[in-house]
């Protein structure tokens, strides 16, 4: 069983890992950069248990155990007549038994049975390099197994969501999820193309926000080492670090054209995953919700709520970026908008189906909705959306999202490392699959390329007017304003 509420979640997880380690296909959802321990090499780590819920361990699951291969004997002849006859008729009943046993059974072999070939199959190539490999040196038994796991999950296809975590990235994950971490507070993305590390945002209220970074900036070095050629964890190896301490980061600013290096000092961040901007001139709350953390449902009823106070009628639910969470916040969050109905649909692998319905409590059942989406919304935010959709509760406004649609369960492994494994499938209420195909909008506009999307974060540092977040160039803001406008 998982820590978490419940066992089925997203995530969001960063490419955390030994940037040695291949790592399973990510989604180009931002991530925190947080203070992690070094991932440049696995060293040997003391086995220990995951923390579960309030600090109390969690038990583990399917301990590994290395599989014993016996020895190979050596092959001697029978001594006597006697026995040479008494062998001979043992393998004569031996061959005609197996023969008549391939006849009826060749068409029966069941996946256990091939379950079980290849795992030996494994286990053989794994004695081969362990006892004949010449420099011993290299045999590094910690990255054979990590990669071998990473490489059999990526073997799954599951884009994004199914992975094997390392210990560290097991407490990372908790700790991002967890809502407080030490780092420097940004978003990031990789871009599957140039690979180019982009900030997607700073986090509100963080070192990066204070020193000055800005959406888009793109880190091409770290403490005047060049990032080329790394992907996010490995940029996370360099940047992660002890509060206090500081950190130089290169970037290139392609909406400034150019090149500039920003100090920047770590510290202990509190994210707020609710962001609220009220637009009093047309009753509007904008409201984004950064990530499905532990506790979002509750910082959005309280964000409702006030927005309500101020006099909003209309409500603007930004999910762009937003990497997905918890699947109980997920379904809390719908149910803040839906009296009655499904949130989602779970589907297994012999095609059973389950229905989560709505839990009863609402917060507001008739405000005019848009919700906002683009191809980096995720998850328990594809949920959310199609959930919304489907329910015509909520106008889906922007592109296509991500289509991350398995649900996770975490398997502990021996050493603190885990396997996400996607054990079923999401479908929205009205029974679309959401995997590999995500939510469409009911309006579609895209942003231009140099185009940086507002958060109400923006809207509330800068005092901005609805008039200049209409001429701001987020054009799927301005249309979602312009929408309520009519609605």
Do not use: C
Not at 8 to 33: H, K
Not at 100 to 116: C, D, K, P, W
Not at 378 to 395: F, H, M, P, T, Y
């Amino acid at each position: 069983m998982s820590n978490y509420d419940d066992p089925r979640w997203y995530e969001q997880q960063p490419e955390q890992g030994d940037t040695s380690v291949p790592s399973a296909q990510q989604p180009p959802y931002p991530v925190p950069i947080a203070q992690q321990p070094p991932y440049s090499n696995y060293n040997s780590y003391p086995s220990y248990q995951v923390p579960g819920n309030n600090g109390v361990p969690r038990q583990r699951m399917y301990p590994q155990e290395p599989l014993q291969l016996a020895p190979m004997q050596d092959r001697r002849r029978g001594r006597g007549f006697g026995q040479y006859v008494v062998l001979l008729a043992l393998l004569v009943i031996t061959f005609i038994g197996g023969w008549f046993g391939n006849q009826l059974y060749a068409n029966s072999f069941n996946r256990s049975n091939l379950s079980q070939s290849y795992a030996n199959l494994y286990q053989q190539a794994w004695t081969i390099v362990d006892r004949n490999y010449v420099d011993r040196k290299a045999v590094d038994y910690k990255q054979m197994s990590y990669k071998s796991i990473q490489a059999m999950l990526d073997v799954l296809h599951d884009k994004g969501h199914t992975r094997f975590l390392t210990p560290q990235d097991v407490q990372a994950e908790n700790q991002q999820l967890s809502g407080i971490f030490t780092g420097i507070g940004i978003y990031l993305k990789q871009d599957p193309k140039t690979k180019d590390l982009i900030i997607t945002s700073p986090i509100p209220g963080s070192p990066a926000e204070k020193a000055g970074f800005k959406h888009g900036d793109i880190i091409v070095a770290i403490n005047g080492k060049s990032t080329s050629g790394k992907d996010i964890a490995g940029v996370s190896a360099l940047i992660q670090g002890k509060a206090g301490t500081s950190v130089a980061i290169t970037v290139r600013r392609p909406s400034a054209q150019k090149t500039l290096t920003i100090n920047v000092v770590r510290a202990e961040i509190s994210i707020p995953n609710v962001l609220m901007h009220y637009i009093a001139q047309d009753h509007i709350a904008d409201i984004q919700i950064v990530q499905f953390a532990s506790g979002v449902s509750n910082q959005l009823k309280d964000e409702i709520t006030q927005a309500q106070k101020l006099g909003a009628t209309r409500i603007i639910l930004d999910l762009r970026e937003n990497p997905g969470g918890y699947l109980q916040e997920a379904i809390d969050t719908t149910s803040e908008f839906v009296a009655n109905g499904n949130v989602l649909l779970e589907q297994d692998s012999s095609g059973n189906r389950k229905s989560y319905a709505v839990n009863g409590h609402t917060v507001n059942t008739t405000s005019p909705i848009v919700v906002l989406v683009n191809a980096d919304t995720a998850s328990a935010a594809e949920i959310v959306s199609g959930s919304l959709q489907d329910n015509k509760r909520a106008v889906i406004l922007g592109e296509k999202t991500f289509g991350t649609g398995t649900v996770l369960e975490e398997y502990p492994l021996a050493d603190g490392s885990a396997i996400l494994l996607g054990t079923s499938e999401w479908l929205t209420p009205n029974g679309h699959f959401i995997r590999d195909v995500g939510i469409s909008p009911n309006i579609s506009v895209k942003l231009t390329p140099n185009a940086i999307p507002l958060s109400p974060n923006d809207e509330n540092a800068g005092n901005m007017t609805e008039s200049q977040i209409l001429s701001s160039g987020d054009a799927q803001l301005a249309t979602a304003i312009h929408y309520l406008e009519k609605h």
